[in-house]
């Protein structure tokens, strides 16, 4: 069984950076993927990147070129650093699994995961 714990969520100013960090424990397959999604209140759960095990990663364009997903596979850690926060990048972000992920992995929809964390917040103001 798969746990994950995010931390590092806190309250910042516009052009500010946070590092989200997400914890994993439990067995993770050789070939997996990780991934962060973020929901506001309102809104449905958004993909905002991924990662797998070669460490090639993907972006939402909505935060490309700000963030950067990362991971320490000796420390079972992922990582998320945010960049330029803006105010739209309020929400609650959340670290997930897809550990193993399926034959055809659709890395932007919230189903193909099957392990998450509870998330933290992330407030940005203006």
């Known amino acids: 069984q798969v746990q994950l714990v995010e931390s590092g969520g806190g309250s910042v100013q516009a052009g500010g950076s946070l590092r989200l960090s997400c914890s994993a424990s439990g067995v993770i397959y050789s070939t997996h993927y990780m991934g962060w999604f973020r929901q506001a209140p309102g809104k449905e759960r958004e993909w905002v990147a991924r990662?797998?095990?070669?460490?090639?990663?993907r972006y939402a364009d909505s935060v490309k070129g700000r963030f950067t997903i990362s991971q320490d596979n000796v420390k079972n850690t992922l990582y998320l650093q945010m960049n330029n926060l803006k105010p739209e990048d309020t929400a609650m972000y959340y670290c997930?699994?897809?550990?193993?992920?399926?034959?055809?992995?659709?890395?932007?929809?919230?189903?193909?995961?099957?392990?998450w964390g509870r998330g933290t917040q992330v407030t940005v103001s203006s």
């Open positions: 997930a699994a897809s550990s193993p992920p399926p034959s055809f992995f659709r890395w932007w929809l919230p189903t193909d995961y099957n392990y």
């Open positions: 990662i797998n095990r070669d460490d090639t990663t």
